[in-house]
C-alpha cells in the first residue's frame, strides 16, 4: 500500500522533471526566436531607412501581386506584398519601393481628398428597428432605393423606370440620415456620404472635382447609395448671387445635375439627398431625371415619439414608477434627435445621483432641458 503510494510518487516526480526539461528547451528555443526577430525588425528599420524610390500602382492583380510603374524611369515591375499593405492599394496610390523593389510603404493615394470629405460605410450598423414610426416614408424610399438593388428584375419585367434620384427634407434631427443608413443596411449596400455644406465651405475651388470623384467612388464600390447630405448647400437659388463664391458653387451643382444626368437609373447606385430648406433648392435639382421624388420626412406625432423613446431607452434601466405618457405630452414639436437626447440626459441624472435606475423626476428635469436647449424653437420653420 505503502509502497503502491510511493510508486506513484516517483512516477509523479519523473513526469514534473520531465515537463521541466521542456519547459527549459522551449525557453531556450523562445530565446533564439526572440533574438530572430529582434534581428529581422532591425533590418526592416534599416531597410526603410536607406533611400527609397517612389512608384504609383497601375494595378493590383488578381493573384494578390501588384504592378507598379517606377516614377522617373517609367520601368514597370511586378512585385508582392503582405497582405498588410496591398489592402491599402489602389491604382493611382503612390507607395515607397526599396532597392529590391518591395514596397516598403505607402505614400498616399488618389483618394486622398475623397477620404478627406466622403465617408464610406460598408452596410451602416442601422435597421429599420433603430427607426420609431415614418412607416410610410420608410416604404417610399425603399421602394425608390432599395428595391432598384435588390429586386431589379421586377422594375424589367413590369417595364418601369425606378424614380433617379430621392430627396429627403424636413427638420433637423429628424431621422433623415438615419433612415437613409437603414435602407442602405437592408439593401446591403455601402453608403457613401458627403456633406454639400463642406464641400462648399471646406474644399473652395475642388466642389466640381469631388462631385466627380463622389459618383466615381459609388460606381466603383456598387452596390452602393450615395447620400448627398444639406443639399442646399450647393443648391439653393440663394447661393447664386454673381460673387466668385457663388460660380463655385455653380460649378459644383452643374456637375451634379451632369452626373445625375449621365447616369442609369437601372444601374446598381442609388442616389439619395437630405435638406432641412426644401423651398430653397434651384427648381433645376428637382426636375424629372434629378431629384424626383421628394419625401418629407415630419416631426414625429404623438406615437412616433412613444416608439422613439422606446428605441432609445430600450438598454436604460427605468424605475417602476416611470410612466411615459408625461414625457410623451410635454414634446410636441420635438424631432428624433431631442427624445434620444431627452433619454441620454435623464440616464446622466440617474448616474450623477449614483442610482439604481432612472426615475420619473430624471426625466422630467431631462424635458425641460431638452426642450429649452432645442430652445422652443419652432423647428416647422424649417418646413
Ligand atoms: N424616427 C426616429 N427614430 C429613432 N431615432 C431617431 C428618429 N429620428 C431621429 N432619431 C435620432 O436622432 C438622431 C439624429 O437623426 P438624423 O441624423 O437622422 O437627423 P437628420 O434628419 O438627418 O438631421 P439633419 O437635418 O440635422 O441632418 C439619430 O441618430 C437618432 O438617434
Ligand atoms: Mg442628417
Redesign the pocket.
Known amino acids: 500500500m505503502v509502497d503502491g503510494a510511493g510508486g506513484k510518487n516517483d512516477l509523479n516526480e519523473l513526469q514534473i522533471q520531465d515537463l521541466k526539461s521542456k519547459v527549459l528547451d522551449l525557453r531556450m528555443k523562445n530565446e533564439v526566436l526572440e533574438k530572430e526577430i529582434s534581428q529581422l525588425k532591425r533590418e526592416i528599420g534599416q531597410l526603410k531607412h536607406l533611400p527609397l524610390f517612389v512608384a504609383v500602382v497601375v494595378d493590383v492583380l488578381d493573384s494578390g501581386e501588384v504592378y507598379l510603374r517606377q516614377q522617373g524611369n517609367n520601368q514597370e515591375y511586378i512585385t508582392t506584398v503582405s497582405d498588410e499593405i496591398r489592402h491599402m492599394l489602389r491604382p493611382g496610390a503612390k507607395v515607397a519601393v526599396n532597392n529590391t523593389l518591395s514596397i516598403v510603404r505607402v505614400i498616399g493615394t488618389v483618394y486622398d481628398s475623397r477620404v478627406r470629405i466622403m465617408e464610406l460605410e460598408e452596410s451602416p450598423d442601422?435597421s429599420f428597428e433603430?427607426?420609431?414610426?415614418?412607416k410610410d416614408e420608410i416604404e417610399e424610399v425603399r421602394e425608390a432605393v432599395e428595391y432598384p438593388l435588390t429586386k431589379p428584375e421586377t422594375f424589367e419585367r413590369i417595364g418601369v423606370e425606378p424614380p433617379k434620384g430621392i430627396l429627403?427634407y424636413?427638420?433637423?434631427?429628424?431621422?433623415?440620415?438615419?433612415?437613409?443608413?437603414a435602407v442602405a443596411h437592408n439593401a446591403n449596400a455601402r453608403f457613401i456620404r458627403m456633406s454639400g455644406s463642406e464641400l462648399v465651405h471646406k474644399f473652395i475651388g475642388e466642389g466640381a472635382q469631388l462631385v466627380r470623384e463622389l459618383f466615381t467612388l459609388a460606381r466603383e464600390h456598387a452596390p452602393s447609395i450615395v447620400f448627398i447630405?444639406?443639399i442646399d448647400a450647393i443648391g439653393s437659388t440663394r447661393s447664386h448671387d454673381g460673387t466668385s463664391g457663388s460660380a463655385e458653387v455653380q460649378r459644383t451643382l452643374m456637375q451634379l445635375l451632369a452626373e445625375m444626368d449621365g447616369f442609369d437609373n437601372r444601374g446598381d447606385v442609388r442616389i439619395m439627398a437630405?435638406?432641412?430648406r426644401v423651398d430653397m433648392l434651384d427648381p433645376a435639382l428637382l426636375r424629372p431625371g434629378r431629384f424626383d421624388r421628394v419625401i418629407e420626412?415630419p416631426l414625429?406625432d404623438l406615437d412616433?415619439r412613444r416608439?422613439?423613446l422606446r428605441?432609445?431607452s430600450a438598454k436604460m434601466h427605468m424605475s417602476g414608477d416611470v410612466d411615459l405618457k408625461a414625457v410623451l405630452e410635454q414634446t410636441e414639436g420635438a424631432?428624433?434627435?431631442?427624445?434620444?437626447a431627452i433619454c441620454r440626459e435623464a440616464g446622466i441624472m440617474a448616474v450623477r445621483r449614483d442610482a439604481e435606475s432612472v426615475t420619473q423626476s430624471d426625466l422630467t428635469e431631462a424635458v425641460h432641458k431638452v426642450m429649452k436647449d432645442s430652445g422652443g424653437m419652432d423647428t416647422r420653420m424649417y418646413l
Open positions: 442601422v433603430n427607426v420609431g414610426g415614418l429627403l424636413g427638420a433637423p434631427g429628424t431621422g433623415k440620415t438615419l433612415i437613409a443608413k447630405d444639406e437630405a435638406t432641412n420626412i414625429p412616433t416608439e422613439i428605441i432609445h424631432t428624433g434627435a431631442d427624445l434620444q
